[in-house]
């Protein structure tokens, strides 16, 4: 019923706000024009899906020089107080009377406000493939529509579930672990695959990335990741230990928020029975922790295990950045394999295993510390160079001078050996 209500409050308000936007838009297009002209710096917004990688891109962005806001409409549990600028909430007009009517009218004139007021003073828009500032309302398959009338750039790239299509996705194990921790799935697929097309059809520019990429009908630039690290914050201030699973217990750090994605149960299968060959080994299992505490407890670990269907994420990014070896899935030729000649993922120093593999892998790494120690220095290079935020904030200068300035080059070049 709420729903319905909401929906028919909207409706009612359409023939108002729709061409209210429109003027706006209209109003600040010969500003767009005038910036790019002059050369200024784009204005970068990223949201409105709460993904801490956007924090990651924000603060990059703005050490290079450029004015950045991260625009959330809601928080997490294992986000901190600072992770991102703003709440949308933070643009509403009116807190409403408090009965249910109030509450959907400030919250729909919010999602408006916060629209209109970003257009006047932010250049590209960063979206993941789930929907801008506007889709909690009627005109969230116009929003990017508006952007152009205003003389934006939007920019689409994925972060997993938002374009998690099951019957396009050929890994078994892949599709088999998204179902069980989003058991919806199957039964949203027209309705994501529309965001999909969507955007694919309409941005600017698309950016796709290690795993996230074969439901994907377009993309511009295909890279290993395309958020950044702050190499400095996690950076190693514990020495990790000595032990070889015989001397002392050898410290295995896995925080998984979706078990089945991550291979958990084959890593904790490997552990039990390498304990049971005699070999001491403590596993450290973080589940929805804030990331501050996931920091802590990785400054203590030896070995950091990521993930083990397919590809490596943010986690295996801080461990090696912590200078920890990282044990990872990079095996499947179909994945990876366009990723080996047009980057430099051959140079990638984390270990790949998959589940079947994990406990011959993690026995060779608990009884060799010195091995771990050289996995962990290879890392903190690969990733110093690779996910830094020098190394990403050049990648993202050249989009921009693509997509913002109109400049004849490549970013794709970037990326290559």
Partial sequence: MARLRRWVLWAAMLPIVFPWLVAKAVWVRRDSAMRRRRGDRPRLVYGPIPIVSIKYMSEAMRQAGYETLTLVDEIYAIHGPGDFDRLVDSYSGQPGDGSILGRLRGQTMTDYAAFA????????????????????????????????????????????????????????????????????????????????????????????????FETLPRWDLLTIHYYPIDTDEWAADAISSAHDGRSGPVVVLHAPNHRALKGTDALLRACDELREEGLQISVRLLERVPNRQVRSEMQKADIVADQFILGYALTAMEGMSLEKPVLANLSDERYYGRFLTQTRLADCPIVSTTPAELKDTLRRLVTNPGLRGELGAAGRRYVVREHSYTAMARLWEGIYRRVWSGADIDPNRLLRP
Avoid at 160 to 175: F, H, T
């Fill in 117 to 212: 007021w970003l257009i006047r003073h932010y250049d590209v828009f960063h979206f993941f493939f789930d929907g801008g500032f506007l889709r909690r309302t009627p005109l969230r398959f116009l929003e990017v529509q508006l952007l152009h009338l205003a003389g934006k750039k939007v920019i689409a790239m994925p972060y997993g579930s938002d374009v998690a299509i099951p019957s396009q996705i050929q890994s078994a194990e892949w599709r088999a672990g998204l179902l069980v921790e989003y058991p919806d799935l199957g039964r949203n697929e027209r309705r994501r695959q529309r965001w999909i097309n969507y955007f694919s059809a309409r941005a600017d520019y698309v950016v796709a990335c290690l795993v996230h």
